[in-house]
Every structure is written in C-alpha cells, then in structure tokens.
C-alpha cells in the first residue's frame, strides 16, 4: 500500500520527518549550494533542517498531481502578491488527491483594522504605527543601492497582501476548493496536521481548512 504523502510549503523551521517540507527562502537556497552553503552557515543565525527542501509554491512544487493527501502553510500567503497568491491557490490544488485536505493560516487583517479603529477612537496617537507594524505593511527605511535592489528581489519578510475569514474563502471557493471553513488549532480531524500546527500562530489570525 502507497504510503500518504503531507506536504508542508512555507515550513521555516517547522519541519516534522513525517511531512514533506518546503521554503522559499533565499537563506535555505544558499545553504543548499555546495560549498557556499556551508561558508554561509557560518554567519547566518537561521539554520534550516537538513529535511527542509527548496520549493517555490507559485512557480510549482515538484509533486505529482492528485498526489497528495494533505497540505498545509502557515503565515505564508500574505507574503505574496496577489496574483502569485492566487497560482499558488491553483498550485496546491493541482496537487491534492480529490477530497484531500489543505489548512493555510494568514495574519487577520479584520482584527488588525478592528484593533487600529479601536486604538484611534480612544486617541491614542500611535494607533497608525501600531497598525503598520502589526501588519508589517509599513517599511521603518528604504534601503538604498545595491543593498536595496537585493532586498527587494530576495526579501520576503513584509507582507504584499492582506486577509479576512471572507476575502480568504471567497479566493479559495475561485480557486476550486470546496468544504471551506474557519478552522482551529489542532481541529483537524486529520491529526497529521497536529504535527505542522503551532497554537501561536493561530493568534489573531484567520485558519482555513478545505478539500479539493
């Protein structure tokens, strides 16, 4: 009997043996190459797992289609611009088996703005800067030179595009997904997903769970 196949995209460190772990990381791509990956290693703070592959979920994860029984992402889709968010919808349908579970966790953007109007109505003056830096929408500098041309390239860091519960689902109905719903920590009834899900990063945070 085939073993099921989990695939995790977005992984960071989180990366359990029994999930199939991507990032996109420029960091995990360096240390991957032969001989510079392991100079990197030596001034960089982030060590990625030796399980933890590179892959690019809007250029395509190298997995079958209709071959995977679960996938997850957390805190991964806002750092993408709209249009590569919905290929990377398409994507990771493309490569769910039919009735197969994908759970994806995103910043809330209505608690964010809920938060903001809240903070602003009791005249609180940093109420704005609040915000941006909740959101990371807000940039402190704009690096300069040769410096900020590898930042804005490679840099992933601030997010592109933000989410609510209604946006989020509206997107993943568009991009064929059907069972949508608001989902929890460790709710699954899948429990492979309790081994990628950290109650943290469920905090003011919109999760979704769907099936192909």
Known sequence: MAKNKYVQYGCGLT???????????????IQRMFL?????????NVIFPANVKYGDIIAGLPEPDNSCDGVYCSHTLEHLALNDFR????????ILKPGAVFRCVVPDLEWAARSYIRSYDENNESASFD?????????HNRVRGAKGILTK???NSNHLWMWDRKSLAKELR?????????????????????????SGR???????????
């Not at 568009?174 to 950290?198: P, W, Y």
Request: aromatic residues 14%; proline residues 2%.
């Open 15 to 29: 990366a359990p043996v029994e999930w199939t772990n991507y990032d996109a990381s420029p960091t995990l791509q």
């Open 87 to 94: 290929k990377a919808l398409l994507n990771t349908y493309k």
């Open 174 to 198: 568009e991009a064929g997904f059907t069972d949508i719903r608001v989902c929890s920590f460790n709710d699954a009834q899948d429990k492979m997903f309790n081994l990628v899900e950290d």
């Open 131 to 139: 915000f941006l830096n909740e959101t990371l929408l807000g940039f």
């Open 153 to 155: 390239v490679f840099g």
């Open 202 to 212: 469920f905090t003011h945070a919109v999760a979704m769970e769907c099936r192909k």
């Open 36 to 44: 510079v990956g392991a100079i990197a290693k030596k001034y960089v």
